[in-house]
Nanobody
Framework: QVQLVESGGGLVQAGGSLRLSCVVS????????MGWFRQAPGLEREFVCA????????DYADSVKGRFTISRDNAKNTVYLQMNSLKREDTAVYYC?????????????????WGQGTQVTVSS
């Protein structure tokens, strides 16, 4: 059974940084493309970023490009999301997701496994 567990969320002031982690169990991370999504109150869940199986292709939503970085440590079966220069509009529940596709995907339907989410709140 594949499980994804996110951690690292919390309350941070605007301009600050957070690093989210997603530990994957039940599946070899090197065989898995990974993505991060987020859902703000009252809004649809949206794509944030993704990394392909090999870790050499990364894709970012325009809203986070240049501020967020996705990375992976296959030895630890963990994917990270480093978030810098946080803005109030980054406030959301952040989800990691796993796909058995090779390349990065923006569509949620491409991801078979999801974590429970971790709350990120950015205050002004």
């Amino acid at each position: 059974q594949v499980q994804l567990v996110e951690s690292g969320g919390g309350l941070v002031q605007a301009g600050g940084s957070l690093r989210l982690s997603c530990v994957v169990s039940g599946r070899t991370l090197s065989n898995t493309a990974m993505g991060w999504f987020r859902q703000a109150p009252g809004l649809e869940r949206e794509f944030v970023c993704a990394i392909n199986r090999g870790g050499f292709i990364r894709d970012y939503a325009d809203s986070v490009k240049g501020r967020f970085t996705i990375s992976r440590d296959n030895a630890k079966n963990t994917v990270y999301l480093q978030m810098n220069s946080l803005k109030r509009e980054d406030t959301a529940v952040y989800y990691c997701a796993a796909s058995n596709m090779f390349n990065t995907k923006r569509s949620q339907s491409e991801y078979a496994w999801w974590g429970q989410g971790t709350q990120v709140t950015v205050s002004s």
